[in-house]
C-alpha cells in the first residue's frame, strides 16, 4: 500500500500535489500587527471601532491577503488605517497553537505620510511614550511594546 500512494504521488507532481496538500491541511488566517514607532520612539496607538468597547486601544493591525508577504501586510494596513508610510523593521512575535489564525508582529518606523485616519475601523490615533499609554490597551499589545511577548 505505501508503495503505490509512492507511485500515485509522483505521478502527480507539481500543481496538482499542492491541491492535494492545501485540501489535507488546515488552513489559517494570518493576523499582522505592527509596532510603529517615531523617530522619538513613541508609539502609535489606535482606537478600533470594532474591538471591545474596553479595550479598544491597540496598535496597527489586519488579516494578510493571499500571498502576501507579511511586511507588506503591515505597510499597507498602516497606510490604509492612518494615511502614514512605514519601513518594516525585525520580527518582534510570531505565535501559533490557534484553531484558526497565526499571529505576526514586525517593528516599524514612521517615514513618511500625513495622519488621516480611516474613520469605519479607526476613532482615534495618538503617539505615546510606551510609560503611557491609555487604558483599555490590549494586553497583547502592550506587551508588544515592551519587548515581553511570550
Known sequence: MKRLITLLWRAIR???QWRVLWFAHAKFMVGVTGVV???SG???LLRHRMWP???PWGLPTGYANK???FQKT????VKEETG??????RLVHLKSGYKLRIEVAYEALVVGGSLTLDTFEILEARWVTPTDLPEGTQESHRQLINGTTT
Open 84 to 89: 502614514l508610510d512605514v519601513k518594516v523593521g
Open 37 to 39: 514607532r517615531d523617530d
Open 53 to 55: 468597547p474596553e479595550k
Open 14 to 16: 507539481g500543481p496538482l
Open 67 to 69: 500571498g502576501e508577504e
Open 42 to 44: 513613541r508609539v502609535l
Open 74 to 77: 503591515i505597510v499597507r494596513e
